[in-house]
């Protein structure tokens, strides 16, 4: 028995065929294999915490805990691996096939989605801009929306810069979300990327262009209550508008 003091009786002895059983080895959790695809998802990672400036090689395999070395074996340089980060977006990203009668609609379609693609990771309009499509993984895409253009009856010279118009708009919209949503999160304080209050914003601007000296600024104080849209939606979307017809002017025969 066990000391009374305690109350509690004492371990027993191992038994004899316990003696013999060897220690169990403690086998470590099996690691998943590096690959392409894993380096992009960290890099993906990494890119919506800290931000395209604070991207590296070594941030990456940080969030992966293996060596930067290890990461050349799949990817040559951060340039390459931005490319591949760019390409992925568009892995699931589809074109309708081109239909004259309804290619305003198809283009409208293309750029919201376009946009919601850029938006989903942090600083990905950056990447885009410095980025070329013309890698064989994206070229079909740009196949596709000149086959639209074309399809729909514009002039080769104009369908040809339409798609580098219709890209830069895209691009350059996104990128200015993309400070707003920066500048929200630091008065936050936070690395969050939820998208600014749109309304509050554009509240204050339509106050300050209708307080402004109608002598001195008539047209701003006229068209203080339209200056600013409802949502950066419906900003996307007008801003695209304007672009449709005027491209829509270049048909032949057909709305101006």
């Known amino acids: 028995m066990s000391d009374a003091a305690a109350g509690t009786p004492e371990s027993p002895p191992p038994s004899p065929w316990e003696r013999e059983r060897p220690v169990r080895a403690r086998v470590a959790p099996a690691r998943e294999p590096l690959s392409r695809e894993r380096i992009v998802e960290a890099a993906f990672v990494v890119l919506d915490r800290s931000g395209l400036d604070k991207l590296s090689m070594r941030q990456v395999a940080a969030e992966l805990e293996v060596a930067v070395s290890a990461l050349y074996a799949y990817v040559r340089s951060k340039d390459d691996l931005l490319e591949l980060m760019y390409t992925r ?71 040809a810069e339409a798609g580098d118009l219709i890209s830069t708009y895209i691009d ?62 419906e900003r996307f979307d007008i801003g695209l508008e304007i672009i449709l017809r005027g491209l829509a002017s270049y048909l032949p025969d057909r709305e101006a």
């Open 89 to 159: 977006l568009f892995a699931d990203f589809t074109l309708p096939e081109p239909d004259p009668e309804r290619w305003r609609e198809q283009v409208l379609d293309y750029a919201r989605s376009w946009r919601w693609l850029l938006l989903s990771h942090r600083d990905m309009a950056r990447i885009s801009m410095a980025h070329v499509p013309f890698t064989a993984e994206l070229l079909p895409y740009v196949e596709a929306l000149l086959a639209i253009f074309r399809t729909a009856g514009l002039p080769d010279r104009i369908a």
């Open 172 to 233: 350059g919209f996104v990128l200015e979300e993309g400070m707003w949503q920066d500048r929200a999160a630091e008065q936050a304080g936070s690395g969050s990327l939820a998208r600014p209050d749109w309304r509050e914003m554009a509240d204050e601007m339509q106050n300050y262009f209708a307080s402004l000296p109608e002598e001195d600024f008539p047209h701003l104080r006229a068209l203080s209550g339209s200056m600013v849209t409802e949502s950066s939606d």
